[in-house]
Structures are given as structure tokens and as C-alpha cells.
């Protein structure tokens, strides 16, 4: 009998040891893994049709509903489809520790973004799941899916540039949005009060969706990208023709600026668009806010930091704009949560 026993344990030990070695060649363990892979086969589980009706649902109408009869009978008909499938996945992916979308940087303002209207689509239809979800009872699953919009969020916002910084403010707060209403609904466990507060609790209230950063990685990624842009036969042609396609430009200046354009002029201003980064990371920094950097954005205007930094030096008030607004909206839905009643 023990011979037996021990025969079988080794027998197991065999086929552990046989079934941890034959993974495929490339195997990646999940622990690296990169999570923008599992957002791409997300999107994928959500159908056009779904994106668009997910998109055309009248929140302002439907508001803080949260009776599966009371609610509309389109709204409804949107439990028919795969939500639990879609939740799954988006879930799976958010929980990855890596996500990096590897975008070509090297192409500068050139560099495609697909990802980022995935994400807002991805976002509305979770946002729906939620609400069907609170309205059937199942308030701790509600919870889950708008934990996984904010983590979304904050991986659409590793992205080095504003604009993906934007779209991860955008996404989190209609995640905002839909937490008030379970925070309102009378139907928060505490659970489910746990898990929104974690989520809430793990974005970083001095940096919220990393806008500021977004500052420091566009100097990084386009300023080099400029400075290339001197190379080849035309050199600076292809300034030019962003230039042309820019609304509010001065076409005859910018053709003259480019037009007489030496290496020693473009290099010099190469140097005071850094300087203009650098000075507009100590504008953001200073307690004015918005008014700070509008004053900042003048000065570029009037060609202080250089003719590049007029044409080229994004216009930054209305971001920090935006980030004040979401800051001040994560701090109150924080509280509104923390003071929600749990029911028993």
C-alpha cells in the first residue's frame, strides 16, 4: 500500500514537472504580460452596433433610475447582449500590472492613437452593464465594472502626451457619474462600498491622470521629433504642412519663418521650445492654475520662447483646467461614498 502510494505521488510529480516545461515556445507568463493586448480582445467581444447604442443612451433622461422596470424598454433590450462576456474581459485586461499601447513616437504628432475611442466605447458600454447590474440586484458587480472603468482610465493615461491624459479624464469621470448613483441608490453593500473606494482611493489625487506627466513625456517625444524634422532634402517642409493644416495660423508669417529658415536659426529655437516645457512645468506648478498658464501661453504667443514654441507648444490652460475640475470631483465622490448608507 505505501509502495502505492508513493508510486502515485511520484507519477504526479512527473506530470507537474511535464505539464509546467511544455508550455509553447514565446510563452509569456500572465505576471508580464502586457494588458493593452487583452483591451485590444476586449474591443473586440463589442459589436458596432452595441458601441453605437451604448453611445446614444440619454443619461440625462434615465438619471439616477435605478428600478429595472422604471427604466426604458431600449435601455432594457441592452441586457440582451453579451455584457457579462464584454465585463469579463475589460476586467481581465485592467487587471494586468503592465499595459502599454507601444505606440510609433518616433512618428511624433503624426502617431496614431486607435486606442483611444476603444476606450471611451469600452467605457459607455460598461458603464450600461453597471446599471443593469444595480437595477437586478447585483450591486457588488456594479461596483466591480465602474473599478474597472477608473483602472481603464489610468492605463489610457500612460500614454506620455495630454491628449491621452484628456481621454482618461474623460473615461473616469463617467465612471464618476455612474459611482454617484450607486452611492444614491440605496443599494450599496458594503462590499460594494469597498471596492469603489479602493478604486477611487487608488488614483493619485497630485497627478490625477497623469497630466502633468503628460507635459514632461511630450517634450520628450516631440521635441526630438522636431528637431528631425530639419533633415532630408526639404528640410522643415513637413513643419510647413502641419502648419497649413493648423486653424488660427498666420500662414503668410509661418511661410516666411520657414521659407528662410538656416540650421542655426531652427537649432536655436529647438533650444527655446525646451526652455518653453521647462517654463510651462514651473507655470503648472504655481497656485494660479488656469490663469498662470494662460499668462504663460501669451508669452508664447508673443514669441518669447521662439517662433516653434508659437506653432508647436500645446496650449495647456484648459488642462489644467480640466484636471482642477476632475480633482475637486474624485475628492467629492470620495466623500459621497464614504457617507453612503450600506444596506444590511
Same mark, same amino acid.
Given at each position: ?36 493586448? +487583452? ?280 488642462? +489644467? ?24
Amino acid at each position: 500500500m505505501l509502495r502505492a502510494i508513493v508510486l502515485a505521488a511520484s507519477v504526479g510529480l512527473a506530470f507537474g514537472a511535464l505539464g509546467a516545461a511544455a508550455q509553447p515556445a514565446g510563452y509569456v507568463p500572465r505576471e508580464q504580460r502586457n494588458g493593452a493586448l +487583452k483591451y485590444w480582445e476586449a474591443w473586440g467581444v463589442i459589436s458596432p452596433d452595441l458601441s453605437k447604442r451604448a453611445a446614444d443612451v440619454d443619461w440625462d433622461a434615465i438619471k439616477g433610475v435605478t428600478e429595472w422596470d422604471a427604466l426604458p424598454a431600449e435601455f432594457r433590450a441592452l441586457a440582451d447582449e453579451p455584457l457579462d462576456s464584454i465585463a469579463n474581459s475589460l476586467e481581465n485586461a485592467a487587471n494586468h500590472g503592465r499595459c502599454n499601447f507601444e505606440l510609433q513616437w518616433e512618428d511624433g504628432v503624426m502617431t496614431l492613437m486607435p486606442h483611444l475611442s476603444k476606450m471611451r466605447g469600452a467605457a459607455r458600454v460598461m458603464r450600461v452593464a453597471a446599471r443593469v447590474d444595480l437595477a437586478k440586484g447585483r450591486p457588488e458587480k456594479a461596483a466591480k465594472g465602474m473599478a474597472v472603468v477608473l483602472k481603464s482610465a489610468q492605463d489610457t493615461s500612460r500614454d506620455p502626451v495630454m491628449i491621452s491624459s484628456l481621454v482618461g479624464i474623460a473615461v473616469a469621470d463617467l465612471a464618476l457619474s455612474e459611482i454617484e448613483v450607486q452611492a444614491d441608490s440605496g443599494k450599496l453593500t458594503q462590499g460594494a462600498k469597498r471596492t469603489l473606494l479602493a478604486a477611487l482611493r487608488g488614483i493619485d489625487p497630485a497627478d490625477p491622470m497623469s497630466t502633468r506627466a503628460s507635459i514632461v513625456g511630450e517634450k520628450e517625444a516631440f521635441v526630438p521629433w522636431v528637431e528631425k524634422q530639419f533633415e532630408g532634402e526639404k528640410p522643415g517642409q513637413n513643419l510647413m504642412d502641419l502648419v497649413d493644416l493648423e486653424n488660427g495660423v498666420r500662414k503668410d508669417e509661418a511661410k516666411a519663418y520657414f521659407g528662410s529658415l538656416t540650421k542655426e536659426t531652427f537649432h536655436k529655437d529647438i533650444a527655446r521650445i525646451r526652455q518653453a516645457y521647462d517654463a510651462l512645468l514651473v507655470a503648472w506648478d504655481k497656485p494660479g492654475g488656469k490663469a498662470e498658464l494662460d499668462a504663460f501661453s501669451r508669452k508664447v504667443d508673443a514669441g518669447e520662447y521662439g517662433t516653434l514654441a508659437k506653432y508647436f507648444l500645446p496650449s495647456i490652460g484648459n488642462a +489644467k483646467a480640466a484636471q482642477d475640475k476632475f480633482r475637486a470631483r474624485l475628492a467629492g465622490v470620495i466623500e459621497k461614498v464614504e457617507k453612503a448608507p450600506v444596506v444590511k
